[in-house]
């Protein structure tokens, strides 16, 4: 498979691209609702975290605190609140047993990452894949997203074409 490493370089390509993307990051509120098949605040409809993560966002369910932490509502129990630091460090149990994000981390910390997967995932042609993960990329560095959230958005991205068909083989 071959992997893109210039992806920015697909964004410059586009005349008048500041335009384009203010224009759909404008929208990018209102589009959350637009996948709904997608999206269910049911999460048992969910199996993996990004989707687990992307209700806990949608929900509000992230209450940042003044000490720099997140407080996240439980997706069983919303009287009960997981501590996110802003290290990336978790205290519920998915966190404790594994060493890869809990959706709470995601949800707090890593939240364009989430929904850009989701977009990624919506996608059926190349170049939407490509246009979507170079808007993305972009609102992730603005944001500040640090790289092994954005690590996630690169493996999305890269499976995803090659579900579509790598256009530059052979
Ligand atoms: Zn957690």
Redesign the pocket.
Known sequence: MTTLTEPQATIQDYAGYEDWLDSIRARTEPERAIPERRLSLDGSKNADRIEKAAILDYANACHWQPDGSCE?ESMSDRRKR?I?TAGGS???K??FYRTRA????LAALGGPVVWAIKWIRTCEAIHETMDRYALHLTICEQQGIKPEYVALLDAEYNSHLAKLGDPFAN
């Open positions: 996240v997981y996110v978790c205290n519920c998915d966190a809990c959706k709470h981390v």
